[in-house]
């Protein structure tokens, strides 16, 4: 046989041997990356699962938070407004007993001259027109209206007789009208009662 025969065998065969085993390695290798790649995509499947859970349970706690904040900054205007409202409250109701003072005064002085008298009236009118354009009114409760089923009414010393039952605890005239403050559409504060009379039972 001719050497340069075998050694060309050879070298096939050496070649084949080589080739064999490369691509054996190559599979057994790539099996091992693949098998790798599978751990390395599930355990990053899981690593987001846990941070999407985090994140939403950080969304959920937050939201609680901005609802507690919304909720006590709300008690806190709330809170504001209702102190506001209680030193608006002291002070109208000082200016109402000025008023009263004044009309009284005027009523029960007969001897006041006429100067006098248009002071105490320009005085009077200013503090009205105060009061009205802060919201304060005059309100009158209707009359056979019961007692006891509206606020913002003082009954009088002085009742009126009356033989009729139905007619018991139920206005029988305004004494004096009230003041009230209007804080919303159709919403008032009572600053003083309106005082009226109602029928008594006569024995």
Known sequence: MNIS???LITIISITLLC?????????????????EIDDLNEEAGSNLEIINKNVLETNK??????????????ELKK?????ELLKQKGLFISLIDILEFINKFSSGSNNLDEKTKNYITAIYDKLDIILTNSGVEKFSPEINQNLLEI????????????????????ISSVIKPGYRLQTKE?????????????????N
């Open 5 to 7: 025969l075998i050694i």
């Open 19 to 35: 080739t064999a085993w490369l691509t054996f390695w190559s599979k057994k290798n790539s099996a091992n990356l693949s098998d």
């Open 186 to 202: 159709n919403e008032f504060i009572i600053l003083k009662n309106s005082e009226v009379q109602v029928y008594e039972l006569e």
């Open 151 to 170: 606020n913002g009414c003082s009954p009088s010393i002085e009742t009126k007789k009356t033989k009729d039952k139905n007619k018991v605890n139920l």
């Open 79 to 83: 809170y504001k407004e209702g102190q």
């Open 61 to 74: 706690l937050l939201e609680t938070y901005k609802k507690v904040i919304d909720e006590k900054n709300e």
